[in-house]
T-cell receptor
Framework: DAGVIQSPRHEVTEMGQEVTLRCKPISGHNSLFWYRQTMMRGLELLIYFNNNVPIDDSGMPEDRFSAKMPNASFSTLKIQPSEPRDSAVYFC???????????FGPGTRLLVL | QKEVEQNSGPLSVPEGAIASLNCTYSDRVSQSFFWYRQYSGKSPELIMSIYSNGDKEDGRFTAQLNKASQYVSLLIRDSQPSDSATYLCAVNIKDDMRFGAGTRLTVKP
């Protein structure tokens, strides 16, 4: 299996622009997680889906962030409008069982100027 | 109190020594515990999982769990420079996975 796939790997954008991050989970995994990692705050859970349904989005910073999972093999995290403080590495992870081992994608490094 | 707490380090040990990484958690009913390793610029990868009290060994790695004390640790024997990374403790809390801030380990040749 190719593992969790994320795109783009790097994104540089200007403040105010829309950013869309993409994730393809491992086939057969039922849960998908979006994390944000910064030096200051560590690894933060933003939102997770179980069987394509958002279960907990309490970690989403504010209304500028939204996430969707239209099918079992694809999810997006959108930031609109983006701000410099959104600069971070965004990871997607998937797991068979939401209590089990999470497999992380390579991450998207986002820089908002 | 944070849900999952780790000493951020950095922890520095000489090559060949035992590195001891510690983690405490807040939820007494947590059942699943994980240690992930993250190299600089890379994504976290699972090293070990542990579910029962006691020790679990896998090669040079030993995870120790004490649910009464709400404490989980990772021992790395015969530390190698390639073990230099940040180690993240993760705990299932109320059906969610919560990560600690991570401990940065440096193994000096």
């Amino acid at each position: 299996d190719a593992g969790v796939i994320q795109s783009p790997r790097h994104e540089v954008t200007e403040m105010g622009q829309e950013v869309t991050l993409r994730c393809k989970p491992i086939s057969g995994h039922n849960s998908l997680f979006w994390y944000r990692q910064t030096m200051m705050r560590g690894l933060e859970l933003l939102i997770y889906f179980n069987n394509n349904v958002p279960i907990d989005d309490s970690g989403m910073p504010e209304d500028r962030f939204s996430a969707k999972m239209p099918n079992a093999s694809f999810s997006t995290l959108k930031i609109q409008p983006s701000e410099p403080r959104d600069s971070a590495v965004y990871f997607c992870a998937s797991t068979i069982d939401r209590r089990g081992t999470q497999y992380f994608g390579p991450g998207t490094r986002l820089l908002v100027l | 109190q944070k849900e999952v707490e780790q000493n951020s380090g950095p922890l520095s040990v000489p090559e060949g020594a035992i590195a001891s990484l510690n983690c405490t958690y807040s939820d007494r009913v947590s059942q699943s515990f994980f240690w992930y390793r993250q190299y600089s610029g890379k994504s976290p990868e699972l090293i070990m999982s542990i579910y029962s009290n006691g020790d679990k060994e896998d090669g040079r790695f030993t995870a120790q769990l004490n649910k009464a004390s709400q404490y989980v640790s990772l021992l790395i024997r015969d530390s190698q420079p390639s073990d230099s990374a940040t180690y993240l403790c993760a705990v299932n809390i109320k059906d969610d996975m919560r990560f600690g801030a991570g401990t940065r380990l440096t193994v000096k040749p």
